[in-house]
T-cell receptor, first 112, second 116 residues
Framework: QQPVQSPQAVILREGEDAVINCSSS?????VHWYRQKHGEAPVFLMI?????EQKGHEKISASFNEKKQQSSLYLTASQLSYSGTYFC?????????????FGTGTQLKVEL | DAGVTQSPTHLIKTRGQHVTLRCSPI?????VSWYQQVLGQGPQFIFQ???????GRGNFPDRFSARQFPNYSSELNVNALLLGDSALYLC???????????????FGEGSRLTVL
């Protein structure tokens, strides 16, 4: 049930763009995106709700294809501070309780 | 305002022992969820508690248990520790439970458990 992320890793030069994808085999209620820097806790970036509502940051955008159970995170004009591991979290409503399950992560490194 | 606080930050146990990890959520947050993060992997969902009731459980053995107190703080207990339990245990708080416009999760710095 863990969402699958791609790519696993990407290296960018400052100013370049990147797209990180997240897909699930389950019907999703929402998709969360978090960034974790080495040795630190994950930090919230974006949440996309079923029905199209989007909440997040100005410089980072995302999409949520409910039919395909896929989400993509768009990082434009990357900065050094964007480096870290990006996780998508998929929220699934089940009869046995609700879960927020994180993917395997995408390591992003931005270089000068 | 104080963020999510976890204790202890680091601990070392031996196989078969028991451990208790503690978490204090952000003031006003009623939901606490626990995650296990092994090096190089994403956080794995263990439990979610909201208003002192368990609202979700991940695929972890019964050796793992948790509870939430009236002040919304929470404890994660792990019995009969195994080497494979070595990981960073993250606590996250949010205003609402999963499935009801959850919103942002705020993570603590984690408790790093080493089992020898």
């Amino acid at each position: 049930q863990q969402p699958v992320q791609s790519p696993q890793a990407v290296i960018l030069r400052e100013g370049e763009d990147a797209v990180i994808n997240c897909s699930s085999s389950k019907a999703l209620y929402s998709v969360h995106w978090y960034r974790q820097k080495h040795g630190e806790a994950p930090v919230f970036l974006m949440i996309l709700l079923k029905g199209g509502e989007q909440k997040g940051h100005e410089k980072i955008s995302a999409s949520f294809n409910e039919k395909k159970q896929q989400s993509s995170l768009y990082l434009t004009a990357s900065q050094l501070s964007y480096s870290g591991t990006y996780f998508c979290g998929t929220e699934i409503l089940t009869g046995g309780g609700n879960k927020l399950t994180f993917g395997t992560g995408t390591q992003l490194k931005v270089e000068l | 305002d104080a963020g999510v606080t976890q204790s202890p930050t680091h601990l070392i146990k031996t196989r078969g022992q028991h451990v208790t990890l503690r978490c204090s959520p952000i003031s006003g947050h009623k939901s606490v969820s626990w995650y296990q993060q092994v090096l190089g992997q994403g956080p794995q969902f263990i439990f979610q508690y909201y208003e002192k009731e368990e609202r979700g459980r991940g695929n972890f053995p019964d050796r793992f248990s948790a509870r939430q107190f009236p002040n919304y703080s929470s404890e994660l207990n792990v019995n009969a520790l195994l080497l494979g339990d070595s990981a960073l245990y993250l606590c996250a708080s949010s205003k609402k439970t999963f499935g009801i416009n959850t919103g942002e999760l705020f993570f603590g710095e984690g408790s790093r458990l080493t089992v020898l």
